[in-house]
């Protein structure tokens, strides 16, 4: 054997080789458990639990549970790798491996490397045939060499090479011997050699093999240790939430029990509180029973009570029935009673006014205007009397004191009081002058003719104090209009009914104009006449029925609006007319079969200013305007005047003037009469003031008559 021949392993201990199929395959038909437990007892079990020292180790392992140890008995070589551990093995175990071990000493290297010997020879010869029977059938070159050894072959070739014939020498035969014996070793070493390159060659084959085969183990491996790992963790994974499944089963079981024995519990107090029920409800059912008991008794009880009760209804009916019959009779009574005390305060009230004088006269100074503050002459010094004595002498004064020149030149004081049944100072206001009239205007529901004249100079205040302002501002024709309405609307519950119908006319320049005519300018010309009733009628005007309040206010402002008003020095507003409002009412009481009839005439007369102060100068329509004015308001102060002396049966100067002829029938006996003497508080005005004192103090001078009522018992 050559030195480069000495590592090869002998071919006896080539193992046959496993397709790693196999045991991929084992360990692919296997679970995890199966491959782990095959894994482990295999022989090719992880490398740091074997020392392999050499591919020939490692394949021995392979096939040694395969084989058997028959045919791979553990060459000298191979035992001589094997690790330490291996010698701890039993005795005999170690005795045997180290008789294996023996054979490949050093001395037996030593002994390889020289010429075989015989022994030598027959030991390889043996173990060579041992090997080879192992193995496929060997090349047809190999000599058949047995265990019988060279001795054998010689003699078996005697016969053949030198026959009988020829008997070699003793020296020859050695020679021949010693030749054959080289031959036979070089046949031997040749064949051996060629073995062991064979096998040598397998042997680097399988090493190739095993390499990649351990390779793919080894990923295999891998592999599995990881789908190990992954599998372990899952079923950590698995146990963790076994384990977490079994505490919440505890929990739940735990939870349940509670629950269980809270229902327990629970169980207990409701069948507690269903007893208590119980026993309350048979209280109750007896409470009930003896309720119903008791509920028949008032039953029977309210029953009773009941024809009680419908019996004393039908007494309480009757009594009822009874006490409003007596009750109606002693309405009628109190009804009869309140008429006759009516027909009373008529005549009561009529005597009053009678006492107070059928012709009276009021003075009213107006305040001054906003612009006449700071009048250069200032104000006049006019005085008034004690209120409280002229409350209780019915009589009132007033004092006006007036400066003038005396033919010598000397300044001349005068002080002139006036004696008036009413003096209204600028602070009076149009209600407290309307609650000295107002006993007046209601004589005309009693069958009265009543007069109220405004006299005064231009700007005096005659149309505020007779029409007035809107709201709290009335003057005395709407606020007694509303009165005659309000009262006659009372009147009705005392069996009166009446009937009321109104005129409005105007006399301008003597001449009658309708101002609730349909034209804007009135062309008609009006007649006065008087029947031989003494009843006076004015031919063609308009004469409106009433039946409330808000009828007579359009009617005022129809006739306002038509009334001529023309522009004076005075006042831009003058009115240089006469304006008469004149209510009829007729009045029934079918009750007491009473009939009355009255007129209530409201009359703003025109600027009463002398004709001097008057401003129309030159111009002659003006100039006419106030002679008219004059005229007529100098026959009125006549008549009024002839009426306060007692000339009632005699001669009173009507005819003077169209105004007394239209208000003949008011100024007469048989109606009241009062008038207003409008005042200016100017000092500028002061001398017109005088005259309009003294035309007021004429009229009132006058001695009262007694006013006689259309009164009388109604024919049907
Ligand atoms: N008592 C009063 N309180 C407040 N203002 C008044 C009063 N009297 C009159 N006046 C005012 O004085 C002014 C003149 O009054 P009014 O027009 O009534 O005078 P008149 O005498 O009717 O004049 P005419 O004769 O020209 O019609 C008006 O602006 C009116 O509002």
Redesign the pocket.
């Known amino acids: 054997m050559s030195e480069g021949q000495e590592n090869i392993p002998p071919p006896t201990r080539l193992p046959r080789l496993q397709t790693p199929t196999k045991v991929t395959g084992a360990v692919g038909k296997a679970g995890v458990g199966d491959h782990k437990r095959k894994f482990l007892s295999s022989p090719i079990a992880p490398p740091a639990k074997r020392v392999v020292s050499g591919p020939s180790a490692g394949v021995s392992d392979i096939k040694a549970p395969q084989r058997g140890a028959s045919s791979f008995a553990p060459a000298p070589r191979a035992a001589s790798t094997l690790p330490p551990r291996t010698t701890t093995a039993r005795p005999e175990t170690r005795a045997s491996t180290r008789s294996s071990v023996t054979a490949p000493t050093k001395s037996s290297a030593l002994a390889a490397r020289r010429p075989p010997s015989a022994s030598s020879s027959v030991s390889s010869s043996a173990s060579s045939t041992t090997a080879r029977s192992t193995k496929p059938a060997p090349a047809p070159t190999r000599r058949p060499m047995n265990a019988a050894g060279p001795s054998r072959l010689v003699a078996q070739r005697r016969p053949v090479g030198a026959g009988a014939a020829t008997r070699p020498t003793k020296a020859q035969d050695h020679v021949s011997l010693e030749s054959l014996n080289h031959m036979m070793e070089a046949d031997m070493l040749a064949a051996v050699t060629q073995d062991e390159r064979d096998t040598r060659k397998k042997l680097s084959e399988a090493s190739e093999e095993l390499a990649s085969l351990r390779l793919v183990h080894a990923r295999e491996t891998a592999d599995l240790q990881r789908q190990l790992e992954q599998k372990e963790r899952a079923n950590r994974n698995l146990e963790e939430e076994m384990q977490q499944g079994r505490d919440e089963l505890i929990q739940e079981r735990e939870i349940v029990r509670k629950l269980r024995a809270a229902e327990q519990d629970k169980h207990m107090t409701l069948s507690a509180q269903l007893s208590a029920s119980q026993a309350h409800n048979s209280a109750l059912q007896g409470e009930v029973e003896r309720g119903a008991l008791a509920v028949s008794a008032m039953q029977a009880e309210l029953k009773v009570a009941r024809d009680k009760v419908i019996q004393g209804e039908d007494e309480a009916a009757q009594r009822i029935l009874d006490a409003q019959a007596e009750c109606d009779r002693k309405v009628a009574a109190v009804e009869e009673e309140l008429r006759n005390a009516e027909t009373i305060r008529r005549k009561l009230h009529n005597q009053v006014q009678e006492l107070k004088g059928n012709i009276r006269v009021f003075a ?1 100074v ?2 001054a ?1 906003p612009h006449e503050q700071n009048s250069p002459e200032g104000l006049a010094q006019i005085a008034y009397g004690d209120e409280r004595l002229a409350q209780e002498t019915g009589q009132s004064h007033l004092t006006v004191t007036t400066r003038s020149e005396s033919a010598t030149g000397k300044e001349r004081e005068q002080v002139l009081t006036f004696q008036f049944d009413q003096v209204f100072q ?1 602070k009076d206001g149009q209600k407290e002058v309307f609650a000295e009239i107002m006993m007046l205007a209601q004589s005309v529901l009693d069958g009265y003719n009543v007069c109220i004249f ?1 006299y ?10 007779m029409e007035g ?1 809107e709201g709290d501002n009335a003057g005395m024709i709407p606020r007694a209009i509303d009165m005659i309405f309000a009262v006659s609307s009372q009147l009705k519950d005392r069996g009166w009914k009446y009937q009321m119908e109104g005129t409005f006319l105007e006399v301008y320049n003597e001449v009658i104009n309708d101002l609730l005519g349909s034209g804007q300018f009135d062309s008609k010309k009006h007649e006065i006449k008087i029947d031989k009733d003494n009843v006076m009628t004015v031919t063609d005007v308009v004469s409106l029925p009433l039946s409330n309040a808000r009828q007579v206010s359009i009617l005022l402002e129809r006739a306002r609006s038509r009334r001529a008003v023309a522009a ?1 020095l ?2 831009e ?3 240089r007319s006469h304006s008469v409002f004149s209510l009829k009412v007729k009045g029934s009481n079918p009750l007491t079969g009473e009939e009355c009839s009255g007129i209530l005439n409201l009359v ?1 007369l ?2 009463s200013e002398r004709l001097a102060s008057s401003g129309a100068g030159a111009n002659k329509d003006r100039l006419k305007e106030t002679i008219n004015i004059n005229k007529s308001l100098s026959a009125l102060a006549d008549v009024i005047g002839a009426l306060g002396q007692g000339q009632q049966g005699g001669h009173v100067p009507y005819r003077n003037s169209t105004l007394t002829r239209l208000l003949q029938t008011s100024l007469s006996g048989s109606s009241k009469t009062l008038m207003f003497c ?1 005042l200016s508080p100017l000092n500028a005005h002061l001398g017109e003031t005088v005259c309009s004192l003294r035309f007021a103090t004429k009229v009132n001078t006058t001695p009262a008559g007694n006013a006689k009522r259309t009164h009388g018992r109604a024919s049907g």
């Open positions: 009213r107006r305040p205007l600028p405004a005064g100079q231009t700007g005096s205040g005659k149309s505020w104090t302002g004076t005075m006042n507003r003058s009115s703003d025109a600027g409008n």
